[in-house]
């Protein structure tokens, strides 16, 4: 055990001897890194706010079916019971012709000629079920569900339902662009993950280029394979911990910045006051995310780069 735990700590400390000595080649490499886990960290926090910001669209997307007058409420709740039986179907709500009365005049109260033509005649406003989707990307099969013939003597034939027309295209155009932006975050994460990996790669191909005649020299005195390439993963342990330091930072300084100076809670879909106390209100999360991630990235790429070399260049 003994002689473990001597190998061990002498991997450790050759690990950041050699950071030392290379400093101005892993100075560029954790700038570098530091920049790309900034990124990876903005776009966790961009994407977290974009859902915040899609769940709050997604709340107020529903889908009205305006009813015929007279029908019986037998055939109401039967409609209704098979409605809350589809997937798609979150929760429904029935609007009475006077509830539907009194919600256009409230949205309309200021129109003085529009509410006396309504005073003037009975109620034309027809009752409605609201149905809030669960996936708003799917309520074309809400829609077919509804346009069933045997559901055609409820439905009033001339207000059909809100999903259509104009509704229908901006229903459609909004599932999709949230769709476009929850792809666009993961893929960027992905990118800029693989980028930190590449850069430590050939970081470390390079150290392990500028000490090549040590690594002989290990090799010629009996130096097992894991201990040569042992002190190249702690330096990219070392690269990934104190990039996520200072992507961390950077992250910090930002938000400090904004807020003092741009005095503005949000630029279209990205909520910066929501991404700040996100942000804050995770930080302990974040932090083992942010450094657990360079850390597996610098050592993963680093075992790689040095098992290469060993394999192809040390016979």
Do not use: C, W
Request: hydrophobic share 50%; net charge positive; aromatic share 8%.
């Amino acid at each position: 055990m003994s002689r473990k735990t001597n190998t061990f700590k002498r991997i450790l400390k050759n690990g950041a001897v050699g950071f030392t000595r290379n400093f101005s080649l892993a100075a560029a490499a954790i700038a570098v890194m530091s920049i790309t886990l900034t990124v990876i960290l903005f776009s966790i926090l961009a994407s977290a706010t974009f859902n915040n910001t899609i769940s709050q669209i997604r709340a107020k997307v529903n889908v009205s079916v305006y009813l015929k007058d007279g029908i019986s409420k037998s055939d109401l709740n039967n409609f209704t019971n098979r409605l809350k039986e589809q997937k798609n179907v979150k929760s429904i709500s029935y609007i009475s012709k006077d509830k539907a009365l009194a919600i256009f005049k409230a949205e309309n109260s200021n129109n003085a000629s529009l509410m006396n033509a309504v005073s003037a005649i009975n109620n034309p406003l027809p009752a409605s079920i609201e149905i809030i989707p669960v996936d708003i990307n799917n309520i074309q099969a809400i829609k077919t569900f509804i346009d069933q013939q045997k559901y055609s003597a409820l439905i009033d034939p001339q207000a059909g339902t809100s999903y259509s027309g104009d509704r229908k295209q901006a229903i459609d155009k909004i599932a999709n662009a949230t769709k476009i932006i929850k792809e666009a975050g993961a893929a960027a994460v992905a990118i800029f993950s693989f980028v930190s990996v590449i850069i430590i790669f050939n970081t470390i191909r390079m150290a392990i280029f500028n000490r090549r005649d040590e690594i002989k020299i290990m090799r010629l005195l009996g130096a097992n394979k894991s201990y040569i390439h042992g002190p190249f993963v702690v330096e990219g342990i070392i690269y990934g911990l104190m990039s996520g330091l200072i992507s961390m930072l950077v992250i910090y300084i930002l938000f400090a910045g904004s807020a003092n100076t741009l005095q503005a809670t949000s630029f279209g879909l990205l909520d910066i006051s929501y991404a700040e106390n996100y942000f804050k209100s995770n930080l302990f999360i974040i932090v083992l995310i942010q450094l657990g991630v360079g850390m597996f990235i610098g050592a993963i790429s680093s075992a790689v780069a040095t098992r290469r070399y060993l394999k192809n260049k040390i016979k």
